[in-house]
Structure formats: structure tokens, C-alpha cells
């Protein structure tokens, strides 16, 4: 078969919405790298400036401008929980196929994952290296009642079959058949339902702000660039049920009044994107997508674009900048994307598991999802655990379900003969807990309490082995490696704490401390958005807890 | 936008500012100062740098928010000195300094650098810097004038944001993501836009400077001189600064009413010319048959007995006058005195004078295209062009049309030989064959009737020769299309219409000018139409009296009371008879124009015609900078000094007076001002006339010319005045407006289509090294339909032939010229058009491949 022609490629997203991403995918997997004439070709078909899209595309990792190296060279993860099981050591066997590093892959409960292509490979050396079907998460082991793995464990649920057999799309039919959007929105709010993102804000809320906004058309967008290190709780959802994304989605455009929606994908995620094209294809051919749904009124239309390598790109307002072709820095706020987000336009922005949550609560009464909490907060939340635990994996954990519980009983505690040195929180960017506060509740509130966040979930454990500067060195380099440049304070300071976790800095121990705390005020207190708000966590956390460390190795 | 004031709180004073005012700027409303780098009054907040947190209480206690970013709210209360902003201030710039060279010894920033001064005023005093400093690159061209230093860049993006907000040519960009992030331009694709050296400007350090100015300056060592630009017709207000004799650099200068504070890079770069080597020094006499240096009262004297032996011989009007639209009000105005008091004649005149049908009273007012970042929008919802290219002409007004198309909506009507750039925006484009002003005009003015559904006999009678059938096949426009264009305008609320000297000049000049005026009648926009000249004085040398038709004021000849108000001011009797315009001069020069006086202007060199005319007269004597080749062929050279170095005003297209103070001067030059050596040549003619200064020509300027009554050079300010249209502006009266059939083109022939390009082979810009590259190629531009045809590809030699003469050009193709036409601009380097032009409408070439 002939590759297709540039104009091909050209009209065939031109007229698409959202399509600078998706044309650049084109051209880099049709010439495996992005070529000059490529980009002045798409530039005025696409009406972007050049100097603006050669900018763009630089910013992105995953493109490749040197035909030398093509997207078929291997990208191996070396996230944190990779690196203790030799991410390095495998990306140095790979070096002789031009092989590059990659931040966390969304793969840590089964490591190490390297992208080839469009396929991704699991293997701790290149002997090893498989292409295993994804984990499914094993039975909640407290056998607590679930809401999102409550059906995902189903033979066949990615399947529009196994999905309607199990309760799929009755949410979606309940709310076309019985409820206006103000009682979707209603009933979403009185559940407690919050973004299972990371910033907790509360759904119905959104989605109240948005149906009221001003504006059409209104958009839904799921955000699916999961890039927090040590999270893989969303790459799990949209390989085992897709439709409820989709049903999720929509409920929420239904409820907001939106007529198309984008599943906004992380790149490292191409077999999600397989299954979720499928997904999709069978819900037009069921007429849960399209024109009158469940012939109703309602009309709604899902698109997939593929992210490129930036863990910036999960901020909401970046995700937006990226899916409009622009360089994608996160926005200024106010004004917020409810009522200026897609090209402007009202525009509800959920994470996958928020999303996910969705049908099951329309099914049934908002104090069912209320009351799935142990404490105060409402619902359950999954957790993407991994490290040194004998059991890593994703677990649905209600709110306020001690921390304790969820590493020793629950995933089996440390590998025999050692001890949990540390755990992280919100993957990276809640940095760690040790010592007396790893004994905390999983909610915010508990979290909080100890100068941390529970955030998208993400808990890396690292136990007594474990070289704790080591590590926060490496995490404070993925900040560095990911601030997007706009904001001074990031851009300056991920890097200054780095090199401070380098061996640079004063020598003088208490001067050390002091400029390091310099920073991370100063980064804390003027930085434009949540990354370089929260990347001094890790480095703050470990002269904390290990002052030993810190004083060691310098 | 309601009305009604929003009031705050900051720093414990009550402010009361519009809604929509961001806290910046309401804050600096009561002297107090956010300190600020990515912000700028003059492009939109993207709150990266952080420096200008403060606090705002809010219901969860007080929040920091970027001032540069968030609008007031009724009620906001803000902190900007509390210890928090303090040390959230302190560690900004803390980090800031972190990578910056601190080169500052050798930045031509340092001394008037906003990082410098925020880290004295709010910066920590201590460095934590241990740690080699990043390095990038330093000396990185940009352009051929801009120089970027990524060193010292802050990554502020002002210079991006400006080249995006206001020229809409995106030609920087962020490349790379965090701390790797640079500015840079696209690989090969250099700043080209003609204003982009504001971001010099506007650079909060100095990580972009001047290639023609850098390492020449100190910023407090220069003496700073507010004057003009000298090169078009907007009147830009720029600052010169000069040490030592010299023109250090040139930078923009604020009026809300003209430019904003933007200036175009021809404006900033191109004054090499000023201290050049090639300027005159010495007056020059013609003795055995070479130009010798000579003293002043030799050099007097020999104009003294040059125009009395030609008047006594030949009568009055065998002697001509030539201005100069790039010469001041002054010396200008006393051209015309000299000619009209001491010679007694009316043949005085300058390029584009006479011999186009302009308007008395220019364009209505800048400020009603220009659309501020905070200020009230445009006047126009359409701006019709017909014949002008403000991205040659006048870039500044270009910078104001692009802003008002994309912030605030305003539709283009573009009737242009040529597609101009300004035909990228949407709207309508007319395309006509140069000659074919008239018949278009009265075709649109027909269809706008058409389309309002309006009877008027007249109009319908003195557009009815402007049939569908005549616009195909006269004008080479789709009468679709003109259609088009007149619904444009007839459902705009309030269109502007403006017109250059290329649309009216010659024979049918006055006939386009009266289809301007019907069409502009019939839109019920009479006072909206404007006429934009194409030099720094254009409109104040016809105020002034440089015309052979008209006295100062634009009082016609028989005028009696203008007669009369100078025949008291001067003295004497005036002479009647019209005199000859600038080409009747030149063309009838060596015959019955004997002598000519030539002031700031070159013949010579526009056409090779003229040359020969010139060689053949019995006496010139050329007021000049240079040697041009007018001056090579003239019996006395007076030496002049340039708009830099001598008092004097100019009027901009909008009317607005405005001075050009002297801000530098040559000790070893004995070169003298335009005005003192006219008044010197009066005085050796037995006349002595009463000036002391500029100011005391002016003076008398404002009483010469009532519109000008009371406007000295005090009351001018720095800001200028402009004078009141009404007071000359002719009554609106429908006009005849009828031209003869074209002669149709014949086999391989092209219309040629000529104009200005604001980067041509002239003294002014050619003497600039830096810019040399960037001189418009002595090149043909032809689409490639025609090239095909004729057998040309791009950068071919080819011989370019008229009726009336040849010249040997490059060859260059481009979709951007119409089919059927030639694109020869003028003062190309050694090759002027003017060989080819015989003063007809329309002129068709041949091309050849050599």
C-alpha cells in the first residue's frame, strides 16, 4: 500500500475540529519524524503561523525534526518506580537503536514499559520485552463496595455487549428518559462527586457553571493525559470500560448542553486509543453517539486526539491550548474554561475516572455514592499504587480508608525483610510521607493534615533500600524536564532545585537549607499553575523526613 | 461596556477607574508602582513573569493575584507593599538575576533597563548565585537590524506579543519548553515585518537591540531631542538621541494622536544619511566647466546674477521654483515667497504638486483608525484604498489599519493595480489597470446608488458612462466584483475613503478626484475622504503655497483677500498667471523655462529625460544633501543641512503641525539651513527679509495662512496642533468625472504599474549599511502567467521596453501582481522607472529575456 499523499493527509483534517495534533501525528507516522517541508505545509493549511508552529512542535517530546531519529526508535520509561527496576539499565541496551527516556509511562504496576511506534513492550531487559495485555485490577481486597471497578472486572465490558449487559448506558437512557439537565447536574451534585484529577472541584458545580455560561457551542472534554508520575488509574479505565467514559461524557454534555466532546490521550497510551476508537465506533452503530440518541433530541459527537509527550498538557487550560493548535502553556484565570474554554466557548473539563463514575451514580440515588465514603467525603477514589509493595496495582479505595490498611493489608505490605521507607502522594507532586505520617486517612482533609495532598492518587512506595536523594533528585528533574517555560518561577526554580539535588548549591549545610527553602517559597508562592506550585513538595518532604540523606551525599 | 466607574482600594487610596482596567494600571493612576516585565501598556497581559503580585483581599483572606492580568473589581481592595509582596518581589528577582549575564557594563540597556532599576528599587541586594550561568546565544541576528541576545533574554515575550498584536506577522516565537525555552524565529525565516524594530523598544532588557545603534551610546550620555519622523507622511514622533555631532540612535515616541508609540524600522534604522561622508559640506560653483568649493557670497552671488541674467533675458516666468515635500513648512514656505515676491512668478511647485489633484485638507485624523490596547475603538466600520499601499507608504498607518481590522472589526475596500499586502484581510479587492481611476469610481458610485435603491438624476447621469462592459474591459474588473465593494460600502455605518497621489496624477487627476468626491457624496461620508501623501510634508508643503495654482492657505491665485493679506505681509505686487507644474517645469526645461532653483529635490535621477532637459537650461542652482545627479548638473550647489540638524516644522497627512527641533550638528560643515540660504539669496537680490529663525518664518507662516493662525512654535508643544479642515474645505457639489478609452494592450504587452516602495535605492535609505540587502531588487515583477508567456523565469536578466524608453531589470514572478501588468517601483538602485514613463495614464512594456 502507498503512503498517502501530503495533500491527502492535509484535507483529511483540515475541516476536522481540533486538527493541528492529529496532522502532526499523520506526517510524523507516515515520515517517522517531522519534516521542514511537512511543517510549511501544514502551517498555512492550517492557518498557523510558522515560526508558531515550529515553536509548538518543539515543545512537544514525542515529535521527532531529525529524519535519524524516527518515532520508531524505543522510548523507555524511567519514571520513578522504573528506575528501581531498571529503567536506565534497559535504556542503555536500547542506546544502539537510538533509544530515548521517557517520564512515566502510566505502567508502574508492570514495569518496565518501553514505546516502539504504536506498540507498547514490557521487558526489564531487551530479551525480556513483551506485549502483554494490560492488568486488570484484582478484587478489592477489603471487599468494600466499588463504584468504578464495580462492573470492570466483567469479561467482555469493553464491549458495547458486556457493557449494556452490566448495567451500561442505563445512566445515559435514565437521564434522556426521566431527568432535564438540571436534575442530571442536581443529582451529580448531591452525590459529592469531585474531579478525581487532582483538584477535587465539585462536578455538578462545573457543569452548573457551564450549562448557565453564555456561549455555543459548549464542549466536554475528558481529559486523559495521565501523566503524573506513578498514576495509571485512567489508562486501566479506558482499557476495561471505555463505554463508561463515553457514557460519562454523555451525561456531562447532556447535562451542560454541549454538542461535541474530545478524549484528550496521553501518546503513551496507544492501546487505550485502540480501544477506545472501537468503543466509540460501536456506540455510533448503537446510536448512543450522533444525531438523536436513543431518539431523543440530543445530539453528540466524540473525538479522540492524541496527545505528544507534555505532562503540562494535563492542566486543564494547556490540554486546551494543545487540542487548539496552540503553544500549549496554560491560560491565565479568570476567565475559566466553563465559561471561555475550546476555542473560547463554555467547556466542562473531567478526568477520565470522574467521568467514569458518572453512570453509576445515575443509576442509582446520590446517597449511594455519598455513602461509599467512610468519613465526611463522598465516594471512593482509585489509587494507582506501586513501588515496593508485594501488591501493586490499581485499588478503588473509599475516602477516609487509612493509608496503613491500603499498603499492609490490602497490597500486602513490603517485600520480605524490608521496611517502607517513604510513600509518595498525587504521584510526584504531593512529595512523600515517612515515619508517623504514612499513619494517615486517604481523603484530603487527612492528606492535607500532613502538609501533602492525595491529588489523582498516585502512591509510590520506596522502601529501606531505597537512596531517598536519589530519588527526590530524579523527581524534581521530571518537573524540571516538564515546566512548560512561561511562568518564571517554574521555568527558573525546577531547574535551581535540581541542580541543588545535584551536588550543587553552598557548601555550607545551613546556607544549603536556607537557599532551597528560598526556592521553593518562591516557587510556591508566584508560580502560575499547580506544577510549579506543587514541585517543590518533593524536594521540601525529603529534607524533612531525611535529613541524613541530605546531609550524606552532599 | 457600561460607563460607570469602578471604585477600589490600593494601598489605602481610593481610585476610581473604567471597568475593564487592569490593576496595573488603575495603581499607576495613583502613583503607585507594580514593577512589571512581561506587562505592557500596550499589549495584552499573559502574567508570566510574576513580578507584579500583590494582594487582593478576597473572602478567603488576602490572595496574591498578578495586577498585570486581573481587572478591578467595585470594592477591590489591594495591597502592593506588604511584607508578602515584598519577599514574593525580592524572590522574583532574585530568580531573574539567577541566568542573566549581568553584562551590563557593555549593554546599551544598562543605564535606562527596567531589570537594572526593579532590582535597585525592589530586588534583595544579595546574590545566591554559585553556579555557572547558562549560556545561549549572544550575538544572534534576528533581521538585518535586530540583534538578539538570548543571554539576556527573560523570556517576557513582549516582542512576540507585539509582532503578533499589532503587526499580525508572527515571526518570533517560544521554541523548546522549560528551561530550555528561547525565543527564536523560524529557521531561515528572518523578522521582516516594517515596524518590528519596536521591540527593541519595548524589551525590558537588553536582549534586543539595534544593529545600527548598538555599542554607540550610553543612555545618560546622549542628549535626548523629541522630533519626528522624516520620512512619511503620519508625522511618527520618535526621539533623537545625539552626542559628540552624531545621530546615536532613534527610538519612538508617544502621541496618541499620530503613532501611538510605534515608528516604522525605516524610521528608527535609516539616518545613516545624516552623518555621512558623502554629504555636502561646501558650496559648489561652476568654474571651467567643473562644480569648485567656493565661499557663500561667491556662491550667492553666482544664483543672484544666474536668475536676474534668465529673468532679464527670458521674463519672470522663464524662472522655476522646485520644493520639496521632505523639507519643512520654512523652507518651503519661503521658496514660494522668494518666487512669487522676488522673481514674480508662479512657477513653484514639487513633486506630486501641481500635477496630482490632492486634497486641501488631507486625511480626516489618525486617531479615528487607530485602535489603542485601552482607548475608545476606530471611527471606520470599512476604509475604502484606492490607489495606496500603506505597507509602503506609510507603515504606521498600516499598524493602525491591521490593528482596527482585527480588534475591533473594520472591513478593507482595496481598489490597488497591484495586490497589496493589506488584501490578505478579508474584504474587497478591486484590481484596476492603472489609467482606469475614473471609469472604476463612477462604476462604484453607480452601484452604490444601485444598491441603497436611490434615484438621483445627477449622479445617474455622471456615472453613466461607467458600464459593466467599460469596467471588464476599461478597468479589468469584474463588475461583480465592484458591486460587491459598493454594498461594502453603503452598509457601513461610517467608511473611509483614501486615495494616494497614483490614483489621481496628470491629465484625469482632477476627474478621479471629483469621482472620490461623487462617490463619497453619494456614501454621505463627503468629510471621510482623504488624501494621503507620500512624504513627511506633503500636506504642509501645499499649505505653505508650493503650488503653481494656489498661494499659502490654498487660497486660489484671484483670491483677493489672500492677495491682499500678502501683499501687506511682503510687500509688493503678486504675479497672476498660473505658473507650470513641476513636470510642465521640467519638461519644458532648456526651453521656455530658462532657469530653475532647486530645493530638496532630484529630476535628474527620477527621469533620464529630465536629465538631458536639465543639462540644456541656463542656469540651476540646486539646494541639496548630496551630490544627486541634479546637483551634478548644476552651475551653483548650495549645501543644506538635513530635518536633524535645523529648527523647522512639518505637517502630517492629518494636518497636525508639528516640530522638528535641531538635535545635531556638524561644526565642520558649513552647510546651512533650507530657509537661511533663501533668505541669503533674497538678501543678495536687494530683499531683505525680516527672519531671525525658523520660529520667525513660522511666525509669519501663521499669519499667512489663517488656518495656521496663532500656531507658533510654543503652541505646538511636542505633541503638535492640527489645524481645523473646515476652514478650506470646498463645498461638496457633484463633479464631472469622464475619461477617454484606454488604448488597449497590444501583443505581449503589460501595463505598467509604478509607485513607492518604503525600502528603495534613495540616498536616504541606500547610504544605511545594515539595510542594504533589504533594498527592493532593481527588479520587474510580473505574474506568472505573463512570464510564461514572455519566456521569463524569476531572476531572469530581461530588457524592459516602453514606447518611450528601456531599462535592464532581474525578472522576478509573483502571484501577488495582476495578469496583464508590470511591477516596476520607483527609485530602483540604477534603474529609474521614470525611462520608461512619458506622463501618460498608462504606459505598456515589452519584456524581453536578455
Redesign the interface.
Known sequence: MSLPADQELIEQWRGEPAPLLPLLHAFHDRDGYLS?HALRLIAPALGI????????V??YHHFARDPRRTQDAPRVCTGPVCRLHGGEELLAALAHEGATAMPCAGRCDDPVPVLRGHEVLIGASPATMTAPPPRLPSPNPGGREECIFAEIRTPDRATLAGYERTGGYAGLTRALDEMTPQAVIRHVRESGLAGRGGAGFPTGVKWRAVADAEGQPKYVICNADEGEPGCFKDRVILDFDPHAVIEGMLIAAYATGARAGFIYLRYEYPQSQVILERAIEEAYAAGYLGEHILDSGFHFDIYIRRGAG?Y?CGEETALLNSLEGK?PFPR?R?PYPVTHGFEGKPTAVNNVETLAAVPQILRREPSWYQNLGLGDIAGTKIISLSGDVQRPGNYEVPFGLPLQTLLYDWAGGPLPGRTIQAATMAGLSGGFLAGDDLDVTLDEPGVRSKGSFLGAGGIMVFDDRRDMRAVTHNAIAFF??????????C??????LT?RLNG???ADAAAWHA?VA?IA??MK????CGLGMAAPAVVESFVRYFPDQVAGKR | MSDELVTLTIDDKEVQVAPGTLIVDAAAAVNVEIPIFCSHPKLD???????C?VEVEGPRGPM?Q?AC??PVREGMVVHTDTE?VQ??QE??L???L??HPLDCPICDKGGECPLQDQTMRFGPGIS?L??PKRHKQKDYHISDTIVLDQERC??CWRCIRYL?EWED?????????????LI????G?PVDAKTGGNIIDICPVGALTSKVARFGFRPWQVERTPSIDPHFSTGDNIRIDTRTYAIRRIVGRENMGVNDQWIADKTRFAWAWVNSDERLTTPLVRKDGELQPATWSEALQAVTDGLKRVKERQGADAVGGIGSAKLSNEANYLLQRFMRQIVGTNNVDHRDGGDVAALSTGIPSLAAVMQPQYGPPPQYDVIMLVGVDPSEEAPILDLHIKRAVRRSGTTLVIAHPRHIELTRYPGSYLGYRPGSEATLLNGLARMALAVKGEENQTVSQLTDDATDERLLNLCGVDPEAVEGAARLLVEAKNPLILYGPMAAQGATGEQVRNGLTNLAMVLDCYENLGYLGLNANSQGCRDVGVLPDALPGHAPLDDEAARTLLAELWGGELPTAPGKTYRQMLDAAGDDIGALLVMGADPAGERPEWAANLAQLDFLAVQELFLTDTARLADVVLPAVSWAEGDGTFTNCERRIQRAPKAVSNPASKAAQDWMILDHIAAHMGMQWPYASAQGVLEEITTAIPAYAGLDWTALGDQGVQWNAETVRPRPAYRRCRQDDLPAAGEGELALVTGTVAYDGGTLFRLTQAMRDMIHAAAVTLNPDDAAQAGVKDNDAVLVRSAHGELRLRAAVSEEIEPGTAWIPESLPGAPVGALLNGREQEFVTITPQ
Open positions: 521542514d503561523p510558522l515560526a508558531d508552529l515550529y515553536g509548538t518543539t515543545f507534555a503540562i503553544h491565565n479568570p524540571a524536564h516538564e515546566s512548560c517555560g512561561k511562568c518564571f518561577p521555568r527558573i526554580g525546577t531547574q535551581r541542580e550543587g548549591g553552598p537557599e528560598d517559597f518562591t508562592e508566584t508560580s502560575a | 497581559p499573559v502574567a508570566c513573569c510574576r513580578m503580585l496574591l498578578t492580568s486581573v508578602q519577599a514574593t524572590a522574583n532574585a530568580f531573574i539567577l541566568n545566591q554559585v553556579e527573560i523570556i503578533e506577522k508572527p515571526q518570533l516565537a517560544l521554541f523548546k519548553r522549560g528551561g530550555a525555552t527564536d524565529i523560524q529557521p525565516q
